[in-house]
């Protein structure tokens, strides 16, 4: 049983994994009040998404196609967690890396401050991800090797890995509920991934907002359906002035159709208050250029941006008219949708019995 005392989830005189932190969060539309401004500005909340969310979802972490030849590898860091998935015998192999963190033999102090920070030790759980790597590049003996593989890559420890279109999915936790039925139901609701999939372009951004508030915001639209399990939520928005079906799985992946194209954004937070977008664009007909999807994207990404400024400081001496004030009301169904969420993995993480606590935090 974890207990949450134990687990220090505390902040700002609240109790993170305590339902009552969410309550007011969790009314009809039109009543709901933002979360707490803590949830977007707090290293001990983000310490505790890691257990109740990076640790036990399916998270995006790329495209098959970056991974395309035998041996190829791609690192993601998932949560505090450095991975890899590795093309391996024509299937996807997920792997802890060897070196956790860098290869120190103790985390560094100005890599605890829930920022990734650029290390000569690339792609651990503190440490921003280099891009994928080929297999040449792999060889007995290259830093390459040692971080990532080690000399005996069947002794790691494993991950769970899955895919969706030319997505590919991790899971770290030791039994995850598989995510496939609810997955086909969303290409069939959104018809995101049809036929042969070709990528027509790629790129990254990098956005100073938190990464829920960015989610909600790149997913804003008319809620259209949701899936029975919360998995995902289905809106129709539109680009450029046409009709396009957005969806927002939860947590991290956010899928834009429009005109027979689908823009694939997986979303990494590189700091409490910033996070990094990967954007894969598939199709052959309608607007495939990377200038077009960055240009929605960070226009979408803006009100994310204002959103997070104002957030974090709401109740703070930047914003003194909101002291002692009652939060806003949540106006986005998206928001309200990622609040309830959370509260129920909260919940399991303050109530459930879990085997196996995957979460390791040496200051708890």
């Known amino acids: 049983m974890l207990h949450r005392p134990d687990l220090g989830f505390y902040d700002e005189g609240q109790d993170l994994s305590s339902i009552d932190f969410y309550a007011k969060a969790l009314g009809s539309f039109g009543e709901a009040r933002v979360l707490p401004p803590t949830a977007f500005r707090s290293l001990q909340f983000s310490l505790l998404e890691d257990e109740m969310i990076w640790t036990r ?3 995006a972490v790329g495209c098959s196609d970056e991974i395309a030849e035998e041996g ?3 690192p993601f860091t998932v949560g505090i967690h450095g991975i890899h998935v590795q093309r391996v015998g024509g299937a996807f192999k997920a792997r802890f890396n060897k070196a956790q963190h860098g290869g120190c033999r103790a985390i560094p102090q100005q890599c605890q ?3 990734k920070t650029k290390c000569s030790f690339t792609s651990c759980g503190y440490s ?3 891009d994928a790597i080929p297999a040449r590049d792999l060889g007995d003996d290259t830093p390459e090797m040692q971080q990532y593989l080690g000399l005996r890559p069947e002794r790691l420890l494993t991950a769970h890995a899955d895919t969706f279109g030319p997505l590919i999915f991790v899971n770290l936790d030791l039994q995850p509920v598989p995510n496939g039925v609810a997955l086909a139901e969303l290409n069939r609701a959104g018809r995101f991934f049809e036929g042969s999939a070709h990528r027509a372009a790629a790129g990254k951004l990098e956005f100073p907002a938190n990464w829920k508030l960015l989610g909600q915001h790149l997913a804003a639209g008319e809620t259209m359906s ?4 919360g998995s995902w939520l289905l809106a129709r928005s539109s680009v450029d002035g046409r009709s396009a079906d957005v969806a927002w799985l939860f947590p991290n992946l956010v899928l834009i159709r429009a005109e027979r194209v689908t823009c694939a954004i997986v979303l990494q937070h590189t700091a409490i208050g910033q996070t990094l977008c990967r954007y894969f664009v598939y199709g052959t007909a309608g607007e495939t250029s990377s200038a077009f999807w960055s ?8 009100n994310a941006a204002a959103d ?3 957030t974090v400081r709401w109740g703070t001496n930047f914003r ?3 002291k002692g004030a009652a939060l806003p009301l949540q106006a986005s169904p998206q928001g309200l949708w990622m609040q309830r969420l959370l509260a129920r993995r909260a919940v399991q993480v303050s109530n459930g019995h879990f085997p196996q606590p995957i979460f390791q935090h040496a200051g708890g």
Do not use: F, V, Y
């Open 57 to 59: 979802d399916w998270t």
């Open 226 to 229: 949701e899936s029975d399990d």
């Open 113 to 115: 401050t829930g920022k």
């Open 308 to 310: 997070h400024h104002a």
């Open 72 to 74: 190829d590898l791609l």
């Open 320 to 322: 003194p008219e909101t």
């Open 295 to 302: 240009r929605e994207i960070g226009r979408r990404a803006a």
């Open 128 to 130: 921003r991800d280099r």
